[in-house]
């Protein structure tokens, strides 16, 4: 009985001894596992902190990129516009100086160096406003070289290109004052005859009637 009783508390001693151990080791278990969870928890708090600070530094780059944009956009609106100002500058003041140097230089008596700017302007500038003109100063600058035929070549070249030229009853009268120094009365009289027929309140008409009177 002794024997049996003894076998018995031995047994109920060693369960009790596991039962400890087993609670021991499933504490230890949940310990282990808690902290593993809280350094877990810190690490992503750490990540997302850093995912933050980088979203951060994004958007300042991306401000900062979108006003060097804005930047770059209103500097080249700038130059645009300031090409745009210097190609009127130049559409306008470009012509105007030449013409007036091709004057300049009729007005001194240098009518080879005035053909030679009036020829400039007409290659640079053949649709420009003042395109007729400088045609007729050209055959001006023959005519007042004696060089008639060159005169009445360029005068008539002033009436095909530009007919609805203010200068067009002017190179009509020359031409008839051109042939008159040749002295071929005939077409003198027709282009005389025509300046007064189809331009008959010019001022080249009225000088065209003058000398109509003279034939």
């Known amino acids: 009985m002794k024997n049996k009783l003894s076998t018995i508390l031995q047994f109920s001693v060693f369960v009790l001894f ?109 649709h420009n406003d003042l395109a007729d003109n400088a045609l007729y100063w050209i055959g001006e600058c023959y005519y007042a070289s004696a060089d008639f035929k060159k005169a009445i070549a360029t005068f008539k070249k002033v009436v095909e290109k530009y007919p609805r030229g203010m200068k067009v009853p002017d190179a009509l009268l020359k031409t008839a004052y051109s042939y008159i120094s040749l002295k071929d009365l005939n077409r003198a009289h027709h282009f005389l005859k025509l300046v007064v027929e189809k331009y008959p309140f010019s001022e080249a008409s009225e000088k065209a009637q003058i000398k109509l009177k003279t034939f």
Do not use: V, W
């Open 18 to 126: 596991c039962f400890i151990l087993t609670s021991c080791i499933s504490d230890m278990d949940s310990t282990s596992t808690s902290r593993q969870l809280e350094s877990i928890r810190y690490d992503l708090e750490k990540t997302n902190k850093e995912i933050e600070h980088i979203k951060d530094e994004l958007e300042l780059q991306r401000k900062i990129l979108n006003e060097i944009k804005q930047e770059n956009s209103i500097e080249e609106k700038k130059i645009l516009k300031q090409k745009t100002i210097d190609k009127i500058k130049t559409a306008y003041t470009g012509p105007i100086l030449i013409y007036k140097q091709g004057r300049s230089s009729l007005l001194k008596g240098e009518y080879e160096d005035a053909i030679k700017i009036f020829n400039e302007f007409l290659e640079k500038y053949p």
